[in-house]
């Protein structure tokens, strides 16, 4: 790329949140209907779709120089599309060093390296911590109906790894396994969390399950989506907010 990408789409909601933080959301011209962090730098932005399902001829007509994606969020025949056309950035860390990488190479793009320098150190920071010495057992839902969960070849399972906690469906075949609730059960599970997205846990659902124990004598507590499953800058404040949760505190809110 000879110059710098002045005209900017984000199929990805971290990613989207990583261009303003980095000062380049003045060059962003599109992102999803899912993109809602930073909430005031994104009033009139086009909206070009879900993560899943974008606008494809939309994003087109925008004349980017540059569309940022993901392979997981982001289905390969839209991004394949898409490439015939302009120039696209595919970003798919699974690890936490894997994101702190791809955040680096997000602002040398960019020409903002400069920017996305501090981040990139308090990512390395989070990683170069002693580890963890008390595990936790935990069952990390990230759907309901049915129930659905992680295993460790995902980016949620490197944040709970780091973080203290021990992923109780690790070992599952599939990337995001479904899972019955008895056999969680029987796995012993010490803490349930239940993240805010994709699907919405509340505190009434939350009540509901600590009430019934289908877990068992498993802690039921909810957790910010954000800080297990979004990479980019909020890698950097996400890893320290997993690891309060699971010594036990609350997360400080930011």
């Not at 989070?126 to 990390?140: C, D, E």
């Not at 995001?176 to 919405?200: G, M, Q, S």
């Not at 124990?213 to 800080?227: N, P, Q, T």
């Amino acid at each position: 790329m000879s110059s710098l990408p002045q005209r900017l789409v984000s199929l990805v909601p971290s990613t989207t949140e990583s261009l303003c933080a980095l000062g380049a959301q003045s060059r962003l011209v599109g992102c999803t209907n899912w993109c809602t962090h930073p909430e005031d730098a994104l009033h009139g932005i086009a909206r070009i779709g879900g993560t899943k399902n974008p606008k494809r001829e939309a994003i087109a007509r925008l004349e980017p120089d540059l569309v940022l994606s993901n392979a997981e969020e982001n289905r390969e025949e839209d991004l394949d599309w898409l490439r015939a056309r302009v120039p696209v950035l595919v970003q798919s860390p699974c690890t936490v060093l894997a994101a702190a990488a791809a955040l680096e190479e997000l602002g040398a793009v960019l020409g903002c390296g400069d920017e996305a320098a501090p981040f990139v150190a308090a990512i390395a920071q989070q990683l170069a911590a002693p580890p963890i010495a008390s595990r936790t057992r935990a069952f990390y839902a990230i759907w309901k109906k049915p129930w659905m969960s992680i295993n460790a070849t995902t980016y949620i399972h490197d944040v709970l790894r780091l973080a203290g906690f021990d992923n109780l469906c690790a070992e599952e075949g599939a990337r995001y396994p479904e899972v019955d609730v008895a056999t969680i059960a029987n796995r012993r599970p010490e803490v349930v969390l239940l993240p805010d997205e994709p699907w919405v846990f509340d505190e009434a659902q939350r009540q509901a399950l600590a009430q019934s124990r289908v877990f068992g004598e498993a802690r039921v507590v909810l957790c910010s989506g954000r800080d297990f499953c979004w990479h980019g800058v909020h890698a950097a404040k996400g890893l320290a907010r997993a690891r309060q949760l699971a010594a036990g505190s609350a997360p400080e809110d930011s």
